[in-house]
Every structure is written in structure tokens, then in C-alpha cells.
């Protein structure tokens, strides 16, 4: 949703841009509501994103057991994963690796920097691809730690 001061703006640039959606997808929408399959998608999937969190956080617990301290696993489709007696974990664009972790302070630079802590994601994962995923961030910081 557009705050209001840009909502003039973002219509008229809309406008200019003829990014119209084609009335036929906006009727098939419509229907999809109307008739119930969205709210039993959303039902379906917030099952699936629980199970898949429910998976990360087993899968945190076995490699890493309280050498990881798991926030923010109440809400949305991540977690933030904090080893605090891990040495500096550092990456970027020189650093190439398995695991590829992206730590924290690439999302949270304004606020400091955030070396040991991590961002994993479950949303666009596939549930067999979970459990190897902590197992190469395991060895990634093993071999880093």
C-alpha cells in the first residue's frame, strides 16, 4: 500500500505507462476470491511455511544445539540465527563458498554491524533441501569458527 502523498504520483505514472491489468484477469481474480480458493490457499500454505520452520529449527538444533539462538521464528517466512561464540563470520563478493550465508548486517547495515548472526530464509525452500542446507552452514562455520 502507497502512502498517500504517492498515490497521485504512482496513478499518473501508472496511467502514462498503460499498466492496466487486462479485465478478463481482473474478472478471474475476482472469482478465485469470491469463491473461496485463496482463503484455503493461504490455509494450505501457512501450513506449509509451519512445517518448513518447524524442519529449520530441528535441523538448527541437531548441528548446532544452544550454540545457535534462533529469533524471530514467530512470524513471517525467516529466522534470525545468532551463534554468539562464533568468531566474525565475514562474506561478500570475494568470498565464495558452499553455504553462500548471507549474514545480517547485508539487511540491518544502518543499524551496525551483525557478524554473527544470519538470515535464513524457508519460503522458496524445498522441505528435502532444508536439513543439507544446515548441514553446509554447519561445516561453513566450522571450518570458519
Known amino acids: 500500500m502507497l502512502p498517500r502523498s504517492l498515490a497521485g504520483k504512482f496513478a499518473d505514472f501508472k496511467e502514462a505507462a498503460n499498466l492496466r491489468t487486462p479485465a478478463v484477469l481482473q474478472a478471474a481474480l475476482a472469482r478465485f476470491i469470491r469463491d473461496g480458493h485463496l482463503e484455503r ?4 500454505m501457512r501450513a506449509v511455511y509451519r512445517g518448513r520452520r518447524a524442519m529449520l529449527i ?3 538444533d541437531r548441528h548446532f544445539g544452544g550454540r545457535a539462538v534462533i529469533r524471530g521464528d514467530e512470524a513471517g517466512m ?3 540465527v545468532e ?6 563470520v565475514r562474506t ?3 568470498r565464495r563458498n558452499t553455504a553462500s550465508p548471507s549474514t545480517a548486517s ?4 544502518c543499524f551496525g554491524a551483525r557478524t ?3 538470515v535464513l ?3 522458496n525452500v524445498r522441505e528435502e533441501d532444508i536439513e543439507p542446507g544446515i548441514e553446509r552452514l554447519s561445516r561453513f562455520l566450522r571450518e570458519r569458527g
Do not use: M, S, V
Not at 41 to 44: D, G, K, L, N, V
Not at 83 to 88: G, I, Q, T, V
Open 41 to 44: 490457499h493461504i490455509y494450505r
Open 58 to 60: 530441528d535441523a538448527l
Open 78 to 80: 525467516h529466522l534470525l
Open 83 to 88: 551463534f554468539p561464540d562464533l568468531a566474525e
Open 92 to 94: 561478500g563478493p570475494g
Open 106 to 109: 547485508k539487511t540491518t547495515a
Open 116 to 118: 554473527r548472526q544470519i
Open 121 to 123: 530464509g524457508y519460503g
